[in-house]
């Protein structure tokens, strides 16, 4: 009989986070959470938990059906390929607890699951562990610095929103300001982009630097004057939840600039610890790294607080994985050390 309840949980929907999609993802995923039932019968664990609410927790409900236990995942993004399969909606529904990464989250989640999963839905942000040597060498837009270098770091897809970014540093140059913003990250608007910056003439200004290690993308933090990251809801419904990559920023003491998509107004504070604008308004994006240009005080206040924001309270990984292991031993009763 659990056999045949983690059948109809899994092949009676498409698994749209797999890249193959269809049954042949699902049958594959299906067959990790079989397997990992089989090595752990003997002495199985009183519950699974899965870091994101794609494949992981496919196999967590698996394995945990088979083998008579609980399971629970973290909610990342809401995964736009999941709500068409409904296979979220079912692994919402038979989770003990569900972990997403925002406020906003715990209402998409609701909206594909019903308001029963609301009660089992409690935020933990996925916070980072700041480098306590992280601190810029160089104030941000000091006016001996003559070129405002401008650091966007994220997949080259739509709800990026790179394509406004360059256009504001087309505003930006138009105005006479020199700048030097670099796009770290590669997909499939890559030669889509590069038209753009071609046709806008900002060959020697905007450059899209591919993929760049964890050290080289540290270097480019720390030499930045401001991040950018001009998310949007993509053209099929699709959102950013909370970037990491604005977590990484802000840990650098750096001024962020983004938009209130999704959750990211959980964790920016428009001109407490960074600025937020419309998405899709390149020019609002211009005037608002021109505000910060012009006011260099302010640019490094707000670095400041957004360091704070990052190194202390939910959004640090300690605090985080704390409040995580913190809801596993109330909903399981363990002892987690």
Not at 13 to 36: D, M, P, Q, S, V
Not at 67 to 88: I, K, M, N, Q
Not at 227 to 234: M, P, R, S
Not at 284 to 292: D, G, M, N, P
Request: proline share 5%.
């Amino acid at each position: 009989m659990r056999l045949l309840s983690v059948l109809v949980s899994t092949l009676g929907h498409r698994h749209g986070g797999n890249k193959e999609g269809g049954y042949r993802g699902t049958l594959y995923f299906l067959a990790w959470g079989i397997t990992l039932a089989h090595r752990l019968v003997s002495k199985p664990p009183r519950h699974f938990h899965a870091q994101f609410a794609t494949e992981g927790a496919t196999v967590a409900m698996a394995a945990s059906a088979l083998l008579g236990r609980t399971f629970s995942f973290e909610v990342h993004a809401p995964y736009t390929a999941y709500r068409r399969s409904g296979l979220l909606r079912s692994k919402l529904r038979r989770a003990l607890f569900v972990a997403p990464v925002s406020r906003h989250m715990v209402d998409r989640i609701t909206d594909i699951a019903g308001e029963a999963v609301r009660d089992r839905a409690h935020v933990i942000r996925c916070g980072i562990d700041p480098d306590p040597s992280s601190r810029p060498p160089r104030l941000p837009f000091a006016p001996e610095n003559d070129t405002v270098r401008i650091l966007s770091v994220g997949s080259l897809i739509e709800l990026k929103g790179h394509a406004v970014l360059i256009r504001a540093c087309r505003l930006l140059a138009d105005k006479g300001l020199s700048i030097d913003c670099r796009i770290v990250g590669d997909g499939v608007l890559r030669e889509s982009l590069k038209e753009i910056i071609a046709e806008l003439g900002l060959g020697g200004q905007v450059t899209l630097q591919g993929f760049v290690a964890q050290d080289g993308l540290r270097k480019m933090y720390l030499d930045c004057d401001v991040f950018v990251l001009a998310c949007a809801v993509g053209s099929d419904g699709d959102r950013d939840g909370i970037p990491v990559v604005l977590m990484e920023a802000m840990s650098f003491a750096k001024p962020v600039i983004s938009t209130p998509v999704g959750g990211i107004a959980e964790l920016i504070e428009h001109e407490n610890n960074g600025l937020l604008i419309p998405p899709r308004e390149p020019e609002a994006l211009a005037e608002s790294i021109l505000w910060l240009a012009s006011r260099p005080e302010t640019a490094k206040a707000l670095g400041d607080a957004a360091r704070s924001t990052v190194s202390e309270g939910e959004f640090n990984l300690s605090s985080s994985t704390k409040s995580l292991a913190d809801l596993i031993a109330r909903y399981t009763h363990l002892t987690l050390r």
